[in-house]
């Protein structure tokens, strides 16, 4: 079996401040996912990735930025951390299964809280 | 509007009831994906139902697939306590597309 591994798991930033998640997989899947959990909330996508240095917006991308440099790896980094905002982010990898997105494993999230 | 911005829907049950919940979803789809979110955890695929499927079953839990409707269910039997948590449908944006897209969730507790 594999992992997905997100770091940090709890990041605390100050607003206007750039802050950067990393995500790493090593079920050699093709494509890669971020995701934005509110409290009380689904997840919305940000960002995915269908394969190595490619980047896909999702309907959430706007103050955010995405890197896919590595087929392993996916980073998400928030452009401007907004005050008071607090979310859970999610990354995610998949393989294409016959003509349908395959199964998701997730990892097991990154907190973030904006002071 | 964005399934992810509504607010979870709640349901709470005993143990030993069977429960449904249900999505409904707004573009064609080949694929219905559920999952189930334990606290602090990512989600976990519990269920996946394909368009050829109308039915799919996994020990205590059926899933149910109407594309002409688009909506599907989740079905837990005989529920139990650790069935709680936040359980979600997840379709394609579009026939073929790479991007998931998921429901608003319902939260899910089971009581003694």
């Known amino acids: 079996g594999g992992i997905i591994t997100q770091t940090p798991k709890f990041l605390i930033g100050q607003e206007g401040q750039k802050l950067t998640l990393k995500c790493q997989q090593n079920?050699?899947?093709?494509?890669m996912y971020w995701y934005r959990q509110d409290s009380g909330k689904g997840l919305r996508l940000i960002y995915y990735?269908?394969?190595?240095?490619?980047?896909q917006k999702g309907d959430l991308s706007e103050g955010y930025d995405a890197s896919r440099e590595k087929k392993s790896s996916f980073s998400l980094t928030v452009t401007s951390a907004q005050k008071n905002e607090m979310a859970v982010f999610l990354c995610?990898?998949?393989?294409?299964?016959?003509?349908?997105?395959?199964?998701?494993?997730f990892g097991e999230g990154s907190k973030l809280t904006v002071l | 509007s964005q399934w992810g911005e509504e607010n979870l829907q709640a349901l709470s049950i005993q143990e030993g009831e069977d429960v449904t919940m249900n999505c409904s979803y707004k573009t064609y789809t080949t694929v219905v994906h559920w999952y189930r979110q334990d606290s602090g955890r990512g989600p976990a695929l519990i269920i996946l139902i394909r368009s050829n499927e109308r039915e799919k079953r996994s020990g205590r839990l059926r899933a149910t697939l109407d594309t002409s409707s688009q909506s599907s269910s989740l079905s837990i039997t005989a529920a139990q306590c650790e069935d709680t948590a936040v359980y979600f449908c997840?379709?394609?944006?579009?026939?073929?597309?790479?991007?998931?897209?998921f429901g608003s969730g319902t939260q899910l507790t089971v009581m003694p």
């Open positions: 990735s269908i394969t190595e240095n490619d980047l």
């Open positions: 079920f050699n899947h093709d494509t």
């Open positions: 997840a379709t394609e944006a579009s026939s073929g597309s790479w991007q998931l897209i």
């Open positions: 995610a990898s998949s393989i294409r299964d016959r003509s349908n997105t395959g199964q998701l494993y």
